[in-house]
């Protein structure tokens, strides 16, 4: 066996890529392990490319403010290992496969830095093709410059308000947006609002956004109370209630948000503890103030270890990679300390808008648990609310019962499309909190891949191969 | 303190073993409370192939053959009657199996010992040995790696997720069920058992303990012994598939669903119920050393766990002598044996008393002479 | 339907059930069939339903096709190349011998 790394970074977004970067400057040998072929991650997926570099009046300068991190990653002498999956993790050792094959490759220290992705809404006819996320849109938008000009954005969040801006800008404003944040999450937000303005450019930026969509004529529909997508084999309408009052509109494409929520598959299927933290209704892994998780081998950073915006993922790479150096002895707990201490003091400074925004974009308890029995939770295996309810009441304690009498969450996505909705969904049913109904037991692979790539994956290399 | 509640018989574990006798019970006007944990439990039916098997069942105790073979037998009108009542289909088959062998020497040996169990026991089933091309014949897709087999036609397979779901579904129309409610200790109580919860005791006449791997903690309070150990199992599942694999193969096979599942490995490994990347590895392998063609087939979820073994891997059924009314019913064979703990076993555990013929099947077996 | 913000002139073609699709080589695949106006990818195992990207991040397995032959690659995580033949995935996958 090849001398192993001293870390291994799984993602190379802002938290991976800024975790790669401290540990190189700590003198780390460091490997970072991506899915995407160019660094970046969701957020500033393919800004180094060109013509993404030349649509900054689209995208706005959050996004390129990645670019001097990415340049900073690629000097930092870490070893970038794009185009790779990881599929399975164990103390020490990082399972991948690539287009060239499948190996393994050994570390002493690892970080996980998977991201985020968006929170499952599941409507009805949510299934239907033609329907998508806000982020997939954007996806469409920021690497396939791609704009749809039909399209309706349905949901809450900032995220929904930054790609229906962005569409603006791109001379396509949407058809419709449709807000179901409640109204009265703004009562609820308000006492959060002086922490919030620490970090007062991301309210400058969201108030930005909404005078965009104002100013481009783009019709807004508040309160919504009830969401349906209509079609057969293929979107064909929306409609919605608010007020009481149902209404309709003819649409092709329909874009879904409500907010984002961590990656959860690689540190549950580590039995890294968890929390559920209420005000994101989200699971998260319990990390230490230095993002140490309860396995002591792995650190968790970025949106992986709860939803905080690229800012602070790059923060929290960072302030991993430093305990990192002080774990593996390269330097003490008072040197950590020294370079640690601003960057959490500027972590705490980028989060105090946090309260407030989750407080207000907090979605909306009809969202998150679908209120009639046949739509569908289950995107893979077709589980319909219905039939989750029909095993609540025949006693299933928890997720994984439901998932062996049902099937949910057993499909290729992995649970990742039901899993948050299983969970909320059975605490509405039983009224038990959703900490006590759990979560699936998940397990490894975190992404499937052939039996013949895990038959023939083999030691592969190390840091001094 | 709350006074307790009162039962007619505690059945303690709600796996498939606890499932099936409490399901037995009920259908027999027994009033049963069936205690079962919360969401994570070390649950063999949620990492189990779903294999009605017969073939080389019992070697070396014959009693465990016919034991096998029968229920083997039960399971056609069983699967049929308990899927009428519940309208879950179990999703049985009985095409047949093979136990693939992979050197010559390994062929000769598995022949010669289902032939010596084949005279042994009394109730019979019948196997076939055969060479590469005569399992190609049935299984185009074999690999020229497999030197031979032997094949059961006796052999089948069955959803152990809706067996289960099937029996609990069933027994809640006619008894108590109590998710949520895991035992912390059973006691004799007067003329009944103590069953303590955390929410709340209960008294029962009767209880039986099917508790799989917690019966070792819980047997001595009952004046009983459960000398069982966890043998931990590593299962692989891919996604679902045309379905391609007719015949069932004693590490593989295809669900009714489509997705093929794989796996043989057996570890000591505590209550540890991880995979291993190492065993996952030589899974895969061995999977695409039978079937070449498994190697394109994308694997979805993985399990690992924990079997239920007695030290001689048969089941136990037991009374306690100190406390009668309490009962042992500790297998790892649930599957194949749920219509035996449905049927005899229940009509047995109803009328308080266990057959005498089940006596090679009492824990006396384990117990070493004082010195 | 979507429209191009890119302009630049496609330099490659490859087929999607067995439909010419324009496009250009090392783009995304799954945003050039959108691109030809197809929003179905695939159909379920279980019911036969359609299904088309829903997160173009390689989380939902919504867009799986076969690509020459393999199937069960994700649409959102492929690149074109040119000649390549896409057919939708139907129901369960066929492995191949």
Not at chain 1, 362 to 385: G, K, N
Request: with cysteine; glycine share 12%.
């Amino acid at each position: 066996m090849t001398a192993p790394f001293d870390v291994a970074i799984i993602g190379a977004g802002p938290a991976g890529m800024a975790a790669a970067v401290m540990a190189r400057k700590q003198g780390l040998s460091c490997v970072v392990f991506d899915e995407a072929g160019r660094p970046g991650g969701q957020i500033y997926r393919a800004v180094t490319e060109r013509p993404e570099r030349d649509r900054q009046d689209i995208l706005g300068p959050d996004y390129y403010a990645g670019l001097d991190l990415v340049e900073a990653f690629q000097r930092s002498g870490a070893e970038h290992r794009a185009g790779t999956m990881v599929w399975s993790i164990a103390e020490g050792e990082i399972h991948w496969r690539s287009r060239s094959g499948s190996g393994v490759t050994f570390a002493r220290r690892i970080v996980a830095a998977a991201g985020a992705m968006e929170r499952p809404f599941p409507l009805r006819g949510w299934t239907l093709p033609g329907v998508m996320t806000a982020g997939a849109a954007q996806i469409l938008l920021k690497s396939a410059g791609l704009v749809e000009d039909d399209i309706v954005f349905v949901g809450c969040g900032p995220l929904l308000y930054l790609v229906a801006a962005q569409y603006c800008r791109a001379g396509h404003p949407p058809r419709l947006v449709i807000e179901t944040t409640p109204r009265r999450n703004l009562g609820a937000a308000l006492p959060h609002l002086p922490r919030a303005l620490l970090a007062a450019r991301y309210l400058f930026k969201g108030l930005g956004l909404i005078r965009e969509l104002r100013a481009a004529g783009v019709r807004i529909e508040r309160g919504v109370e009830q969401v349906e997508l209509e079609g057969e084999d293929a979107i064909r309408g929306v409609r919605w209630r608010s007020g009481g009052r149902w209404q309709r509109a003819d649409t092709g494409r329909v874009a879904l948000h409500q907010g984002v929520v961590p990656n959860v598959n690689l540190a549950m299927a580590l039995r890294c503890r968890h929390l559920w933290d209420e005000r994101q209704r989200c699971w998260r892994p319990a990390l230490d103030e230095w993002n140490r998780s309860s396995q002591p081998w792995l650190w968790i950073a970025g949106d992986e270890a709860g939803i905080a915006g690229a800012v602070s993922a790059r923060l929290s790479g960072a302030i991993a990679a430093l305990d990192i150096a002080r774990d593996l002895g390269a330097i003490d707990e008072r040197e950590r300390n020294r370079a640690g201490t601003p960057l959490r003091a500027a972590l705490g400074r980028d989060r105090a808008v946090r309260p407030f925004l989750e407080t207000l974009y907090r979605p909306s308890d009809v969202f998150v648990v679908p209120q009639a029995d046949d739509v569908i939770i289950c995107r893979c295996e077709e589980v319909t609310r219905g039939e989750i309810a029909r095993v609540v009441k025949e006693g299933a304690a928890g997720p994984n019962q439901a998932k062996g009498f049902l099937r949910c969450g057993m499909g290729p996505c992995q649970g990742r499309m039901c899993g948050h909705t299983v969970t909320e969904t059975m605490s509405a049913l039983s009224g038990k909190g959703q900490e006590e109904i759990g979560y699936f037991r998940q397990r490894m692979p975190i992404k499937p891949i052939t039996t013949g790539e895990i038959a023939a994956s083999a030691p592969f290399d190390g840091a001094g191969a | 303190m709350r006074s307790p509640h009162k039962t007619g018989i505690a059945v303690i574990g709600g796996g498939i073993v606890g499932a099936s006798v409490a399901y037995g019970l009920a259908a027999r006007g027994e009033k049963v409370t069936l205690f079962d944990e919360g969401d994570i439990a070390f649950r063999a039916a949620r990492g189990n192939l779903g294999n009605v098997w017969v073939q080389g069942k019992g070697a070396g105790g014959p009693a465990y053959a016919d034991l096998t073979r029968r229920a083997a037998k039960d399971w056609d009108d069983f699967a049929h009657d308990l899927g009428a009542e519940s309208g879950i289909d179990l999703h049985f088959r009985r095409p047949g199996a093979f136990f693939f062998c992979f050197t010559e020497a390994e062929l000769e040996r598995r022949s010669k010992t289902l032939t010596d169990l084949d005279a042994q026991a009394t109730v019979p089933s019948r196997f076939e040995v055969m060479d590469n091309a005569g399992i190609r014949r049935l299984l185009p897709e074999v690999s020229s790696a497999v030197v031979g087999a032997t094949f059961c036609s006796d052999d089948g397979t069955t959803n152990p997720f809706h067996l289960l779901r099937a029996l609990l579904s069933v027994f809640e129309r006619r008894g108590d069920y109590r998710p949520g409610h895991p035992v912390a200790r059973l006691a004799p109580d007067g003329s009944g058992f103590r069953v303590e919860t955390p929410q709340g005791d209960w008294l029962a006449d009767r209880v039986i303990l099917t508790a799989g791997l917690g019966n070792k903690e819980l047997a001595p309070g009952l004046g009983l012994s459960a000398p069982i150990r966890p043998v931990r199992g590593q299962i692989l599942v891919t996604e679902k598939l045309k379905p391609f694999l007719r015949y069932g193969i004693s590490f593989i096979r295809q669900t009714v669903e489509g997705g093929v599942i794989f796996g043989e490995s057996s570890e000591e490994a505590g209550l540890d119920d991880r995979t291993t990347p190492d065993v996952i590895q030589t899974t895969a392998q061995r999977a695409v050393a039978a079937l070449p063609l498994l190697a394109n087939a994308q694997v979805v979820r993985s399990w690992a766990a924990l079997r239920v073994m007695s030290p001689d891997g048969m089941p136990v059924y037991a009374e306690s002598a100190a406390h009668p009314g309490a009962f042992l019913v500790t297998v790892h064979s649930g599957v194949t044996l749920a219509p035996f703990h449905a049927g005899p076993l229940a009509t047995a555990l109803s009328a308080g008393r266990l057959d005498p013929a089940w006596q090679p099947f009492s824990s006396d077996r384990f117990s070493v002479p004082a010195s | 339907m979507f429209q191009r913000l890119d302009l630049r002139e496609f330099d490659t073609s490859f087929t999607f059930a067995g439909r010419a699709i324009p496009a250009r080589e090392g783009e995304n695949l799954a945003a050039a069939i959108l691109r030809a106006d197809i929003k179905a990818f695939r159909s379920t195992p279980r019911s036969g339903a359609p299904r088309g990207p829903y997160c173009m991040m390689g989380v939902c397995f919504e867009c799986l096709v076969t690509v020459d032959g393999e199937p069960n690659r994700q649409a959102c995580l492929e690149t074109v190349h040119g000649g390549m033949v896409v057919e939708p995935q139907a129901g369960a996958a066929e492995i191949n011998r």
